[in-house]
């Protein structure tokens, strides 16, 4: 039997990507004769730390084969704009200069539909010695890939490069963050021992290839000319036009950028400041992790990490597992505990970004009080627009709507209100949805439906006394918060009428 695309003489070592990582789509041999090893980019968008391109760099070095890289993003996507276009767009520019010093050959495709899409993929593989795929798990992406695989007659393998943890690490879906942490921990030696290398093509010999026909005639990829264009790219697309770009610049490089800057001079305050609006105490990665630009692996490496310094002992604890400082430790919380409790509940949790996937008590406390009355009821377009009668609220809807981004302790009262101003808590999940994904640059991710989950009870538990609309599910308010944070200059920037 094939193993994740290899032959079952290659040698131990063609393989760099650990086993619990690789997952094969279907029960196609790969095909040795193929003119190419494709990895059709779509979830891990990025040159550096990237599993999957290491996988397929191993595939083409076993069938000696040019390596030929596609990366992908429809027009169809839910929530597509020239916002959410403009960033990926800016990522394609990136790994073209990326790959450009070789030995892979690059192309990007703009897709109008799922179809074309699939159309193109399914041509390229079939001339392919194995197809590798990428897709964060249970997104749209993943699905296409999923619904594809069957077709292909040639191996096709997924692999899982999202966070530390593999997501088949773990079999079920974590209820608490408490829980999963002990797991993280416990198995951080491990992960931190089968780690990505940091530029996977870096000195590996494979046969050039030019683009092929494929992509220069009946699915044009984006070429050189195009790629140092954006404006006019993005303006060609065929949406309404909002939410358009928002001036944060998407890609590797401005993913590093963000990086380097936070870790000189924003992770030493992490813990001090994030929750202060006034503050920006936040890494603002989300965009870029989102889309694949950069890697938590790079952020790890970054900081420093390293396992002769964890701390057994605190196995569990909110701080001082990593041997870090304690600034350092609490946005570790966030970037391993928080995001990968997100990942493994995508991967793991049936329905999970839906709210009938909500735990049981907090469905029942909150259907309890469905009916109590609102203080107001609020429809989509003017949550939108940012017209409620509650300045902190429109403030931190006016930073979304604007600049794609949201801060961070904000996002959480913003659901909360959201559950107050709808008609009943299934709606207010909707309604989250559609404005978080409509305007955040990291949206439809899913750390996006964990946080609008927690909103509503998930990962969290029951808290008294209990109350109007909310029930036992925790309560905040928007005047405790102006009492508890400083946000007088945030309400300036963004409280005035745009
Ligand atoms: C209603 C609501 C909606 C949210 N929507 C999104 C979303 O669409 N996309 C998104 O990535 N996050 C979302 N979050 C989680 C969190 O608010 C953001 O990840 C964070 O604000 C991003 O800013 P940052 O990159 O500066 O985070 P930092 O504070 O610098 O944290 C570092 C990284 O940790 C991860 N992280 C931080 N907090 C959380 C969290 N609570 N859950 C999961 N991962 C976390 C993110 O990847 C983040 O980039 C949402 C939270 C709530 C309450």
Redesign the pocket.
Known sequence: MDFAGLPEHAPHAAQTVPSVRLRELNQAPPRPGGKWVLYWMQGQRRARYNFALQHARDLARVYQKPLLVLETLRQDEPWASGRFHRFVLEGMADNAAAFARGPACYAARLAPTAEDERQLVEALGARACAVVADGLPASPAQRIAHALAPRLEVAMVEVDGHGLLPLRRTSKPHATARGFRRVLHELAPESFAAWPRAAPLRCAALPPLTTPVELRERWPALCPAQLQDLEAVTSELPFSGSPGPCGTRGGSRGARARLAE?VAT?VGT?GAE?NHPDDE??????????FGHIATHE?LRALELHPHRFEPARAGKREGFWGAPEDTEA?LD???T?????LNAAAHLPYYAQYRSLPGWARATLEAHASDPRPALHGVAQLAAGETGDPVWNAAQRQLRTEG?????L??L??KR?LEWTACPQEAFEV?VEL??RY?L???????????A??LGRYDRAWGPERPIFGTVRYMSSRNTRRKLRLDAYLQRYGAAD
Not at 281 to 290: D, F, V
């Open positions: 936070f924003g992490y994030r105490g936040g890494s603002g990665l989300s965009p870029y992790l989102h952020v946005f966030e970037l391993l928080w995001r990968e409790l997100a981004t949201m801060h961070g302790y996002r959480m913003w659901g959201i989250m978080n994904n955040a990291d949206g439809r991710d899913p750390s996006s439906y964990a946080g609008i927690w909103v």
